[in-house]
């Protein structure tokens, strides 16, 4: 069974910066994608960034493309999402999510880190 943990959210100002990490255990992520999404305040969970395991390709929301990186260590088996030039709007629970690459969705998920952009 996969277990993902979040870690290294926080209260941040805007134009400053976060790092997430999502400690990933259960089984090995070869085949795997492993994404972040977020959800503010009465709005649906939204995609933000991803990243292919086993090469290293990213993928990215237009709304954070330039602002944020997601990376992974692979000897850690940790995903990581730095945030930078935070703004207001990216206030929101971010959440771990892993898939496996001959699926459509993501089915493991983390239980949030909250992320607070003062303004």
């Known amino acids: 069974q996969i277990h993902l943990v979040e870690s290294g959210g926080g209260l941040v100002q805007a134009g400053g910066s976060l790092t997430l990490s999502c400690a990933a255990s259960?089984?090995?992520?070869?085949?795997?994608?492993m994404g972040w999404f977020r959800q503010a305040p009465g709005k649906e969970r939204e995609f933000v960034a991803a990243?292919?395991?086993?090469?290293?390709?990213?993928y990215y929301s237009d709304s954070v493309k330039g602002r944020f990186t997601i990376s992974r260590d692979i000897t850690k088996n940790t995903v990581y999402l730095q945030l930078n030039r935070l703004e207001p709007a990216d206030t929101a629970v971010y959440y771990c999510?892993?898939?496996?690459?001959?699926?459509?969705?993501?089915?493991?998920w983390g239980r949030g880190a909250q992320v607070t952009v003062s303004s």
């Open positions: 999510a892993a898939r496996n690459e001959l699926l459509a969705n993501y089915r493991d």
């Open positions: 259960g089984r090995t992520f070869e085949r795997y994608f």
């Open positions: 990243i292919k395991w086993s090469e290293g390709h990213t």
